[in-house]
């Protein structure tokens, strides 16, 4: 057996061993493309999750098909394009779409419960480690919960945007071992394989460098908003909460339990070892970031040195921000080096960029913080 040989099946015996579980499911699967949901999809996909939950396993879904569900009741006989049109047909969808996985679960004698979030639900701290104690007790309790993006009333600026992002929020809001993102495409390929008949499926990713990154190419289904770019982010999303993600032909029988098994299914990515704590997580992944601020070289190499980012290595600020925002810190070629919160507002970190921690007080008219992010509030997003 060669290296590579036996590192993939270490790590497909990790994937065996995970005892807490999110699986997503995207709405082309829910629907096959159809404008109804396929109930007896849906039923032996929760048939197999009651298997891992006998196994001792704990399960999240994170679920899309609220506006699919509910597009065929506004009588449109088109998609929703309008955001009231999509609101419209979540509110229409939901209620349906929680009954499909009601009665499936209930066949089993498990229960389910829903957990609605918008991206301002994760934002918000005290939000966020209410949602995280939700699901921490609904595990406990054995039920299943059903976690949704709240379709009826979020807003273009407060969106995941998909929810293979919320899927990885959540991933990290718990402390999963494995993220299975199921999809309608086997896994990653090294070229689009709608295109190239000899394309190859990619089995393992230890890291998803900026090769990996250009083999995603953009949203292909009809029905839901994602595509390989964002599972390829949520993934390296889960990587740094110690999580490692699957993504899998959904499509496929017993996808699920061949995957549990650590039978080689899709691609696996590979979780980082020096996972992030969740404070730190919720940084870096649940706050939108205000502005940015680019660095200098010196900067630049003390942010991934792990210290503290000072006005002095600030060449330049952009956005508006205030006090305590998240912003992102930027290399001198503008590649995202980080991200923390500011102890100086946008108009602030304009005057004293470039000056040292002695000006600030001549400057401002009052002397504050002497780093502009501490290292205790910054996260490092790249190596």
């Known amino acids: 057996m060669s290296r590579h040989e036996s590192n993939a099946a270490a790590a497909w015996q990790r994937v065996a061993q995970a005892r807490r579980v999110i699986i997503k499911i995207g709405s082309q699967l829910l629907t096959a493309g159809q404008d109804h949901l396929q109930r007896d999809w849906i039923g032996r996909r929760c048939r ?3 298997l891992a939950l006998a196994a001792g396993r704990q399960a999240v879904i994170v679920t899309s098909g609220a506006i699919a569900a509910g597009t065929a009741r506004l009588h449109l006989g088109r998609k929703p394009l309008l955001l009231r049109e999509k609101q419209a047909a979540a509110a229409a969808g939901q209620g349906v779409l929680m009954q499909c996985y009601e009665e499936a679960f209930i066949a089993h004698d498990r ?18 480690l209410n949602a995280r104690d939700t699901l921490e007790t609904l595990l406990t309790l054995g039920l299943v919960p059903i976690v949704n993006e709240n379709d009826t009333v979020v807003v273009e600026e407060i969106c995941f945007g998909e929810n293979d ?9 718990i ?10 495409i086997d896994g990653l390929y090294d070229h689009d394989p709608h295109q ?15 090769d990996i990154e250009r083999l995603a190419g953009g949203s292909g289904s009809q029905v839901g908003s994602g595509g390989m770019v964002t599972k390829l982010q949520a993934a390296r999303m889960a990587a740094r909460s110690g999580c490692m993600t699957v993504i899998a032909n959904g499509f496929c029988e017993a996808v699920i339990p061949r995957i549990l098994a650590g039978q080689p299914t ?11 704590s ?7 992944h649940g706050l939108r970031s205000g502005g940015d601020v680019e660095l200098d070289d010196g900067a630049a190499a003390a942010l991934l040195g792990g210290r503290s980012l000072l006005a002095k290595g600030i060449r330049r600020v952009q956005g508006h921000f205030d006090r305590g925002a998240a912003v992102r810190c930027l290399s001198p070629q503008g590649e995202p080096l980080a991200r ?10 304009r005057r004293i960029a470039g000056h040292h921690s002695s000006e600030f007080e001549a400057i401002l008219g009052f002397r504050g913080d002497d780093e502009v992010i501490h290292r205790d509030n910054l996260v490092v997003l790249t190596t």
Do not use: M
């Open 48 to 50: 197999e999750v009651c």
């Open 111 to 128: 229960s389910v419960a829903q957990i609605l979030l918008t991206r301002e639900d994760v934002a918000h701290r005290r939000r966020y």
């Open 165 to 173: 992002t919320l899927a990885a929020l959540v991933a990290g809001l």
């Open 175 to 184: 402390d999963a071992d494995l993220l299975i993102l199921l999809s309608d």
């Open 196 to 210: 190239h008949d000899q394309a190859q499926l990619i089995p393992l990713v230890s890291h998803i460098t900026a």
């Open 266 to 276: 899709g691609t696996l990515f590979l979780s980082e070892d020096d996972a992030i």
């Open 278 to 284: 969740s404070r730190k997580r919720w940084i870096a």
């Open 340 to 349: 923390g919160l500011v102890n100086y507002s946008a108009d602030e970190l």
